[in-house]
Structures are given as C-alpha cells and as structure tokens.
C-alpha cells in the first residue's frame, strides 16, 4: 500500500497568512494526488484534484502543485473560511489512501 | 445536481454484522467512468478509505479490511452497500459514502453527510 505522509500535523496561522502544508508519497504517483479539507461535523471537499485542478467553485487562492513523491498545497491569503482539517489523497493505485492530515487552526 | 445519503444502524454490538446503504441521485452507476466508495472517521482521527464499486461491478477494498467488507450495487435502486462483518469497537466511526469519479477528477467529488456508527454491548 502507497503511505501518505502529510506535514506538519498542525499549524497556527492568522487571517491573511500564506499557508503551505505538504504531503509526501511512499513511491511514485505521477500527479494523482487530491486535496480536501474538512470542517468540525462535516464532510470532506474535493479542493484540489490531480495535483493542480482547482475544483469548480473552490476559490483561487488554494493552489496544489508537485509530481512523483512531493506535493504542496498553499494558501495564499488564509480566510476565517480555511481554518480546518486538509488532507491528501493519492488516486495512483488501489488501495487509495489518505494522509493523516493537517489542522490549520487560529493564531 | 448530485447527492448522497448513507443510512444504517446507529449502534451494532461487538460480533454483528453491520449493513450500511448508500443512496445517491444526479448521477448512475451504469454510466462510464461513475464509482461508488465508502470512506470512515473514527472520532478524532483521519479518514480511511474502505472500498469502491465502479460502472462495471469491479471491486475494491483496504487491504487491512479485505476479509471483512463486502461492497454491492443496485443500480436500479440507485444505491449501493457496504457490510462489515464482525464489529468491534474500534471500528466505532462515522461512515461516508462518496462518488468517485474517474472521468474528471480520479477523486471523491462529492460526499454524503456522513453516518455515526458505535460499537458497544
């Protein structure tokens, strides 16, 4: 199984931060990785999906990049909106895994 | 417009078998290219993915949880199901049921509310 491994664990940021979590591939899976984030109480939402795709109606300010092993997802600007759970998700084999996720909470 | 909704028992005891019913509508599961997973939640932990159905009945399942899941589709009814043989209490969890699409995105684009399942005698 492909082990997804995100970092940090948690972070502290204000209204306005430039944000970046990373997340990290036991072995190769080209650009089939997705990013979610997800609020106390509910469901995940697809941001990011093929490493880069903004899904429709996500705003601009989240952008995912990387290939191969290493992938980041940065904010640009943190909105009170982002404060949540973000979590990785590779798409390359089965069994699709998740990382462990990232808390972006308040400073 | 798509939606799903997943319902079940809220409490099994440890041994039970439990059943779980995903039922979606916007979009079928005979078309191309459309899957079916189930995703849980422990309480306070990360998501962990279960298993998945495609267009074409193909299945797949966790590795640690092979033995145990069974995932089925009706597509007539638009649902689909996943039982999981002989509950514990760490498989206490809220269980998602998303869609999967391999079209698009080869991601889980759209996801039910989610429903609490606890293991307890």
């Known amino acids: 199984d492909i082990q997804m491994t995100q970092s940090p664990s948690s972070l502290s940021a204000s209204v306005g931060d430039r944000v970046t979590i990373t997340c990290r591939a036991s072995?190769?899976?080209?650009?089939?990785l997705n990013w979610y984030h997800q609020k106390p109480g509910k469901a995940p939402k697809l941001l990011i999906y093929a490493a880069s795709s903004l899904q429709s109606g996500v705003p601009s300010r989240f952008r995912g990049s990387g290939s191969g092993t290493d992938f980041t997802l940065t904010i640009t600007s943190l909105q009170p909106e982002d404060f949540a759970t973000y979590y990785c998700q590779q798409s390359y084999t089965y069994p699709r895994t998740f990382g462990q996720g990232t808390k972006v909470e308040i400073k | 417009q798509v939606t799903l909704r997943e319902s079940g028992p809220a409490l099994v005891k440890p041994t039970q078998t439990l059943t779980l019913t995903c039922t979606f509508s916007g979009f079928s599961l005979s078309t191309s290219a459309m899957c079916v997973s189930w995703i849980r939640q422990p309480p306070g932990k990360a998501l962990e993915w279960l298993a998945l159905i495609d267009w074409d009945d193909d299945k797949w399942y966790t590795t640690s949880l092979k033995t145990r899941l069974t995932i089925s589709k009706d597509t007539s009814k638009n649902q689909v199901v996943l039982t999981m043989t002989n509950m514990d209490p760490v498989d206490t969890a809220t269980y998602y049921c998303?869609?999967?699409?391999?079209?698009?995105?080869?991601?889980?684009?759209?996801w039910g509310q989610g429903t609490l399942v606890t293991v307890s005698s």
């Open positions: 072995q190769t899976i080209n650009t089939y």
């Open positions: 998303a869609r999967y699409n391999t079209l698009e995105t080869w991601a889980f684009d759209y």
